[in-house]
């Protein structure tokens, strides 16, 4: 029991989980656009987001309040300082071997994404971009269309109006939807001046909009594709999504979000990877 609890607070903490989904909806997306090294866009997608996410947590444990894993990551700095450091190397050498062409776009793309996530937990002046008022989950919700969708599509060059009226907002809404679960989480810790959902509109208001983005990504999804993506592994993916969001309380642990809610984004990309 106790070495089973130990490899689960890897799992979790490490941020493994999102990784793992990360890697798994790009090689779902790649797949779906008839992309054909869509293991290499998997390996980009896990070792960017474990590179992000790790760095994210390092610099949190030096400047923010112990919380548990915080707490955890401080006793393992070394160890995660070491593996940051690898995940970034390896997903630099993906991305140097996945881009076709080096366009003002896809350049201006990378660098906005990377200064998001940058800046996310660095202070520019007094506040990072996470503590800016509504800001929080968009700054997610865009680095993670900007990597996961938008990346592939543009560098495979497989752009149409479709993708752009459909699928990119579809996705965009997705990834809101599933971090305004994290913003009821950090209730006891965001600032009041952050205005996350949540503290705006409530707790039960931010679960029932999180629902509603929910819900206009399936119809969206059904627009761009005519139904041919709503297979019942994609349907399972969102109403999993949608199951979660509601079961939400604010005494849940980590293992409700950074498992359960994190874990089944790979849903989704399976479900790309086996249309």
């Given at each position: 029991?106790?070495?089973?609890?130990?490899?689960?607070?890897?799992?979790?903490?490490?941020?493994?989980?999102?990784?793992?989904?990360?890697?798994?909806?790009?090689?779902?997306?790649?797949?779906?656009?008839?992309?054909?090294?869509?293991?290499?866009?998997?390996?980009?997608?896990?070792?960017?987001?474990?590179?992000?996410?790790?760095?994210?947590?390092?610099?949190?444990?030096?400047?923010?309040?112990?919380?548990?894993?915080?707490?955890?990551?401080?006793?393992?700095?070394?160890?995660?300082?070491?593996?940051?450091?690898?995940?970034?190397?390896?997903?630099?050498?993906?991305?140097?071997?996945?881009?076709?062409?080096?366009?003002?776009?896809?350049?201006?793309?990378?660098?906005?994404?990377?200064?998001?996530?940058?800046?996310?937990?660095?202070?520019?002046?007094?506040?990072?971009?996470?503590?800016?008022?509504?800001?929080?989950?968009?700054?997610?919700?865009?680095?993670?269309?900007?990597?996961?969708?938008?990346?592939?599509?543009?560098?495979?060059?497989v752009f149409d109006s479709q993708v752009l009226l459909y699928f990119i907002p579809a996705h965009y809404l997705y990834f809101l939807a599933v971090a305004i679960p994290f913003?009821?989480?950090?209730?006891?810790?965001?600032?009041?001046?952050?205005?996350?959902?949540?503290?705006?509109?409530?707790?039960?208001?931010?679960?029932?909009?999180?629902?509603?983005?929910?819900?206009?990504?399936?119809?969206?999804?059904?627009?761009?594709?005519?139904?041919?993506?709503?297979?019942?592994?994609?349907?399972?993916?969102?109403?999993?999504?949608?199951?979660?969001?509601?079961?939400?309380?604010?005494?849940?642990?980590?293992?409700?979000?950074?498992?359960?809610?994190?874990?089944?984004?790979?849903?989704?990309?399976?479900?790309?990877?086996?249309?």
């Amino acid at each position: 029991m106790h070495y089973f609890k130990t490899i689960l607070n890897y799992i979790v903490y490490l941020n493994v989980i999102i990784a793992t989904s990360a890697g798994v909806l790009i090689a779902g997306i790649s797949n779906l656009f008839g992309i054909e090294n869509i293991i290499e866009y998997g390996f980009f997608g896990f070792f960017a987001t474990f590179f992000v996410y790790n760095s994210h947590r390092l610099v949190k444990v030096n400047s923010e309040t112990k919380t548990p894993w915080l707490k955890w990551v401080s006793r393992h700095k070394k160890f995660i300082l070491n593996l940051s450091v690898l995940s970034g190397l390896v997903s630099v050498l993906c991305f140097i071997k996945l881009i076709n062409v080096i366009s003002i776009t896809i350049v201006a793309l990378i660098i906005i994404a990377v200064c998001i996530a940058f800046f996310y937990v660095i202070r520019l002046g007094q506040k990072n971009i996470r503590e800016l008022p509504y800001l929080k989950v968009h700054s997610i919700a865009f680095t993670w269309t900007a990597i996961i969708v938008l990346f592939p599509i543009m560098n495979e060059n497989v752009f149409d109006s479709q993708v752009l009226l459909y699928f990119i907002p579809a996705h965009y809404l997705y990834f809101l939807a599933v971090a305004i679960p994290f913003d009821i989480r950090d209730l006891k810790h965001d600032l009041p001046t952050q205005k996350t959902i949540p503290q705006v509109i409530g707790v039960k208001n931010a679960k029932i909009v999180a629902v509603i983005l929910l819900t206009i990504t399936i119809l969206l999804i059904n627009i761009f594709s005519n139904s041919y993506l709503l297979t019942p592994l994609f349907l399972l993916a969102i109403s999993v999504q949608i199951l979660l969001v509601v079961s939400i309380k604010l005494t849940q642990k980590d293992f409700h979000y950074n498992i359960l809610i994190d874990g089944s984004i790979a849903l989704l990309g399976l479900s790309y990877l086996i249309s």
